[in-house]
């Protein structure tokens, strides 16, 4: 059974770091694709990074707009983890962050929900002014 496990979330004063963590487990991942995704109170999730790995040392992400430069998304196989470096937070960065993993085939960068299988439950973000 596949579980992905999410933590590292809290309460941060603006401009200051966090660095989320999501531990996978039930397979092996090193070939998925594996994202971040939030969701603010009254507001749809959205996407926020994804990675691939595509062998040996080489690794492709994508970032959306509103955190592009301030988070970077980076991945242990080994350990079967992703991890999220936020820095630079602001107030708009407050959300609950959830870890997904595409168990699909793919090859492309995917951002939307639906592309992925399996969610964390999780963690809460809250960025104050």
């Known amino acids: 059974q596949v579980q992905l496990v999410e933590s590292g979330g809290g309460l941060v004063q603006a401009g200051g770091s966090l660095t989320l963590s999501c531990a996978a487990s039930g397979r092996t991942f090193s070939t998925d694709v594996m994202g971040w995704f939030r969701q603010a109170p009254g507001k749809e999730r959205e996407f926020v990074a994804t990675i691939r790995w595509s062998g040996g040392s080489i690794y492709y992400t994508y970032y959306a707009d509103s955190v592009k430069g301030r988070f970077t998304i980076s991945r242990d196989n080994a350990k079967n983890t992703v991890y999220l470096q936020m820095n630079i937070l602001k107030p708009e960065d407050t959300a609950v962050y959830y870890c997904?993993?595409?168990?699909?085939?793919?090859?492309?960068?995917?951002?939307?929900?639906?592309?992925?299988?399996?969610w964390g439950q999780g963690t809460q973000v809250t960025v104050s002014s």
């Open positions: 997904a993993v595409r168990g699909r085939i793919g090859t492309l960068y995917y951002t939307r929900s639906n592309e992925y299988d399996y």
